[in-house]
């Protein structure tokens, strides 16, 4: 039978179809303006990769901050407990998760059977977000999946002090007007946004073995940066932005598997 998980954040949906036998497909589209259409439609690619239609899907469940506008899954579960048990099913060695998406990030603490123990939450700013490094990219007119690659070019990074994206962006055009390199401004703003995060994960109280999620696991500069924050090394699953998906798609089939009679779909 085949399962599936919709995470609906705020730049990207992400969908996984699980089969018996592990992940059969995933698709990631850009969220756009239509949430529930791009959802949609992100699942129809899946399941055109997974060469299976929509109707053999026993059961489907979203996770994500646009989850509750989702109408068609059977089932919604929170990103942070999508995401440990994403985290645990590829990893299951790893007790701390830090989840950097879109427009916020999350530090996640997991007991040895992966379920959520303590976490902290960043969606009130989007300094310590893929957000943030969007805005600094395109101030600095650079391709977002080119920035940390180039970051790491520099010899030493020009300080970003700026605790907010608009005075962050300002702080950046600044240095740009007094012929600061390029690269070394980009080493700064991943300092700046692992400074943030490591300060928030803190909080949680770190255990290792320490994995690394979300759109911004892709940055080679924030993993390595972060790493060196930390004194500890960063593992990453091979696709870093489906873990949400994933452990909805878990989720779906174990209580699917324990449940009588299969749930009807939300109505929203």
Known sequence: MFYAGIDAGSNTIKTVIL???????????????GGEEQASRCLKEACAKAHIGREEIACIYGTG????????????????????AGVHWILPDVRTIIDIGGQDSKGILLNERGEVENFNMNDKCAAGTGRFLETMATALQVPLEELGECALRAPEAVRVSSTC????????VSHIARGKKRDE???????????????????????????????????QAVVKLMGDRLGLPLFLPPEPQITGALGAALIARQESLTREKPLPALNG
Do not use: W
Request: aromatic residues 6%; glycine residues 14%; contains cysteine.
């Open 165 to 172: 994206t608009v005075f962050a962006e300002t702080e950046v």
């Open 185 to 219: 401004i980009l080493l700064g703003v991943c300092q700046s946004i692992v400074d943030r995060i490591a300060a928030m994960v803190r909080g949680i109280g770190i255990k290792s073995p320490v994995a690394m999620t979300g759109g911004v696991a892709k940055n």
């Open 65 to 84: 901050c646009g989850r509750e506008y989702l109408s068609f899954p059977q089932g919604r579960k929170s990103e942070i407990i999508c995401h440990g």
């Open 19 to 33: 089969g018996d036998n592990g992940i059969v497909s995933y698709h990631v589209v850009k969220t756009g303006s």
